[in-house]
């Protein structure tokens, strides 16, 4: 006998996870399932998956606090992520683009028959599916995520002071803390470019974070100017602006 399958349920409207349920048990001749989890939101579900296996996860798309675009980028961090097949009432969402081998998309109501097909799927997910789901998802994430001990931190965006490359990691800045995400520098400013701003090729600098600009002293005994900084409010730090970046410092003093 065949090991089921660890189901986690990620929907906000609990009708539509009880269905799921439903559907499920339907299935179990078929396919053996185990519901060993529920969620209204993403930021609920990785709460779960802290302290849960779990092979697949049913997800909805359009939810609060963060919706199932922006937990399925969260999920492909996971040391060993789980796989995801939507299940969605809206058919406008780049369904093509979800329609791989890897990973379905579903439309409600879902069939008992069409589900058991994209478990199968599922089965198969390639994490790398992920990097797609980003392409596709036109919004900004409202969180960023930092992988601790095999756990997903959570980092909500309007807390982030700066944005850092240090060498292969990017450090992201909050008043009580630094964390480090395995993310690009150029792809967080692309997605995040009008809430920071990137003052040198190594940082971005979120724009309500900006208390100023002031010109550093040089070292030593040179008098020259050795360039501007910027003052960070509730911060005693300061970043260097690159000289390409001079730009920035006009804009903020208009």
Known sequence: ??????????????????????????????????????????????????HTAVDVVLLDI?????????????????????????????????????ELSAVDYLLKPVRSERLVTALRKAQALN???????????SEARRFLSACERGRILLVPVEEV????????????????????????????????????????????VARSAIEGFVIRPGEGESTEPAGWVVLLKGLDETLPVSRRQYAVIRQFKR
């Open 1 to 50: 006998m065949s090991v089921p399958l660890q189901i986690l349920i990620v929907d906000d409207e609990a009708p539509a996870r009880n269905r799921l349920r439903d559907l499920l048990t339907d299935c179990a001749a078929e396919l053996p399932t185990t519901v060993v989890g529920e969620a209204a939101n993403g930021v609920q579900a990785l709460q779960v998956l802290e």
């Open 62 to 98: 359009r939810m609060p606090v963060m919706d199932g675009l922006e937990l399925a980028q969260h999920l492909g961090r996971l040391d060993t992520p789980p796989a995801v097949v939507f299940a969605t009432a809206y058919d406008s969402y780049a369904i093509q683009a979800f």
């Open 127 to 137: 994490p790398a599916t992920t990097a797609l789901l980003r392409q596709h998802h």
């Open 161 to 204: 002071i700066y944005l850092r490359a240090e060498q292969k990691y990017v450090a992201a800045r909050t008043f009580t803390h630094t964390y480090l995400l395995d993310e690009s520098l150029i792809n967080l400013e692309q997605e995040f470019g009008e809430t920071f701003v990137r003052v040198h090729r190594n940082s971005l």
